[in-house]
C-alpha cells in the first residue's frame, strides 16, 4: 500500500491507518497520507492504460492493500466535449464528466467502492451510512454485491426512486424523521456504540479518497493535463475538496505538469452555507436548515466546508449558489443540449456554469470541465411538470390538425 497513515489535518499529528475520523487532541478531520515517492515509481501512465477501465486503474493513489472486494466496476465515466452546450453559454472549450454513467447512477460508487474494500480489509462485517440518497443506492448495491449486511439512513422525506433504488437490494432501509443533519448526527451516535463502518462517519477517510479519481479520469481522458477550470457540485464539500488533491497529487507525482485547475462549487440557494461563506468573506460555515429541490446537495453543515472554500479560494476560484427556477432550467438545458439528464445536482452544477459563463468568470476560451453527478430518473419530480408532450387517438387527422398544425415546425428534409 503506498498510504502511509491518518493524519489530522488541522494539526498535523498522524495515527495508523484504522478507521478513526478525529484527531484526538484537536478534533481536526484525519485525512490518508501517502509515499509520494512509492507512487512516483510505480504508478506510470503505461501501469494505468493496462488496468481495469474502472477507478481500480488509479489503485497505486488509494488507501487499500490488494485486490478491490467490492467492485462493480465504478468510474472511468464519458468525458466529452460539450459543443451545443458551449456555444448555448459563449464558450468555446467545455467539457462534460458524464459520471451518472457509474453502476448505481452517481458518483457515489466511486467513494464507496473504496471505503467498502477498506472496511472489509479492516474486518467489519457490517457497513452503514447516513445518505441524502445516492449514497444509500451505492452502499446498497455493492453490499449487496460483496454479501455485506447494512444499514442504511435517510432523511424519510427523500424522493421514492432513490428510497425504492437502495431497498431493492434487500438491505435495511431506515427512515429517519428528520434532514440530512439529524441523520448524520444519529449515525455519529450509532457509529460510537457499534462496530460498524460508517462510510461516511468512522471510515470517511477511505471514503473521501474515492472522490480523487475524478480528477485522475478527467486528466487522463485529456491526454494528461489538467484543465483550466472545474465546475463541482458540493453537499459536505469532500467531492470539490478531493478532486483539488486529486490534481494536486497528479503534478507531485509527475504524470502531468504542474498545475492546479480554478476550483468553483455549485450549491443551492436553498442550501448554500459555503457558497454564503464564500460570499461574505467568511473563515468558517454558518450552518443553514436546507429547503431545496437538490436534495442530494442537502446539507446544511457540510463537514468538509471550509476545506472546499479554501480551495476555491487559493485556486482563484468561487463558490456560487442558483435559485430553484435555475436548478430546473439547468437540469433542461443540459438534456436539450448535451443528451444527458441529469438530477436536481447537475441542474445546480450547470446553472452555476450558466452563470459563471454569463459573468465572465468563465472566460470563453477557458478550458472547463462540467461534473455532472447523478441521474434525472432518480429526481423526476424536480422536472415533471415541466414537459410537454401531444396526446391524440391513433387517427391520421389528429396528428394533422393536432400536432402539426400546432407548434411543431417540421424540418424539411435534404
Ligand atoms: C453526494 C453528492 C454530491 C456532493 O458530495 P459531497 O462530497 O458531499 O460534497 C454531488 N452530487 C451528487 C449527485 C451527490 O449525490
Ligand atoms: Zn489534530
Known amino acids: 500500500m503506498t498510504a502511509e497513515s491518518l493524519r489530522c489535518k488541522e494539526c498535523g499529528r498522524t495515527y495508523p491507518l484504522k478507521a478513526l475520523f478525529v484527531c484526538e487532541f484537536c478534533f481536526g478531520p484525519l485525512e490518508v497520507a501517502y509515499d509520494y515517492e512509492k507512487i512516483r515509481r510505480r504508478a506510470t501512465k503505461e501501469r494505468i492504460a493496462a488496468g481495469p477501465p474502472s477507478l481500480w486503474r488509479y489503485a497505486d493513489f488509494l488507501p487499500v492493500n490488494g485486490r478491490p472486494a467490492v467492485d462493480l466496476q465504478a468510474g472511468y465515466t464519458p468525458l466529452f466535449r460539450a459543443g451545443r452546450l458551449a456555444a448555448e453559454l459563449g464558450l468555446k472549450k467545455l467539457w462534460v464528466k458524464n459520471d451518472t454513467a457509474n453502476p448505481t447512477h452517481s458518483f457515489k460508487d466511486r467513494v464507496v467502492t473504496v471505503a467498502l474494500t477498506r472496511a472489509l480489509e479492516m474486518g467489519f462485517g457490517v457497513v452503514a451510512c447516513a445518505s441524502t440518497g445516492n449514497l444509500a443506492n451505492s452502499v446498497a448495491a455493492h453490499a449487496a454485491a460483496s454479501g455485506t449486511q447494512a444499514f442504511v439512513f435517510v432523511p424519510a422525506d427523500l424522493e421514492i426512486q432513490k428510497i425504492i433504488a437502495t431497498a431493492i437490494y434487500g438491505v435495511n432501509v431506515v427512515k429517519v424523521r428528520g434532514n440530512y443533519d439529524d441523520v448524520n448526527r444519529l449515525c455519529t451516535e450509532i457509529a460510537s456504540d457499534k462496530n460498524w463502518a460508517f462510510v461516511n462517519v468512522n471510515v470517511r477517510p477511505y471514503y473521501a479518497e474515492g472522490s480523487k479519481t475524478l480528477a485522475f479520469e478527467t486528466a487522463e481522458q485529456l491526454g494528461w493535463r489538467a484543465p483550466d477550470k472545474v465546475v463541482v457540485p458540493v453537499a459536505s464539500g469532500s467531492l470539490l475538496t478531493k478532486i483539488h488533491k486529486g490534481f494536486w497529487e497528479l503534478g507531485e507525482v509527475g504524470l502531468i505538469r504542474r498545475k492546479q485547475p480554478v476550483v468553483c462549487g455549485a450549491q443551492a440557494e436553498g442550501c448554500g452555507p459555503v457558497a454564503a461563506a464564500f460570499r461574505e468573506g467568511l473563515e468558517h460555515v454558518r450552518p443553514v436548515k436546507p429547503k431545496t429541490i437538490a436534495k442530494s446537495l442537502a446539507i446544511g453543515n457540510p463537514a468538509d466546508g471550509v476545506f472546499a472554500l479554501e480551495a476555491a479560494r487559493q485556486t482563484g476560484g468561487v463558490i456560487e449558489s442558483v435559485s430553484e427556477q435555475e436548478i430546473v432550467d439547468g437540469i433542461r438545458l443540459l438534456a436539450e443540449t448535451t443528451g444527458i439528464f441529469t438530477e436536481t ?52 387527422s389528429q396528428f394533422e390538425e393536432q400536432v402539426l398544425q400546432q407548434h411543431v415546425e417540421v424540418i424539411k428534409e435534404p
Request: no cysteine; glycine share 10%; proline share 4%.
Open 345 to 396: 445536482a447537475g441542474g445546480v452544477t450547470t446553472a452555476v456554469l450558466a452563470r459563471l459563463a454569463a459573468s465572465g468568470k468563465i472566460h470563453p476560451q477557458d478550458e472547463t470541465v462540467v461534473y455532472i453527478t447523478g441521474d434525472g430518473l432518480k429526481t423526476l419530480d424536480a422536472v415533471a411538470d415541466t414537459i410537454s408532450t401531444f396526446e391524440i387517438d391513433p387517427v391520421l
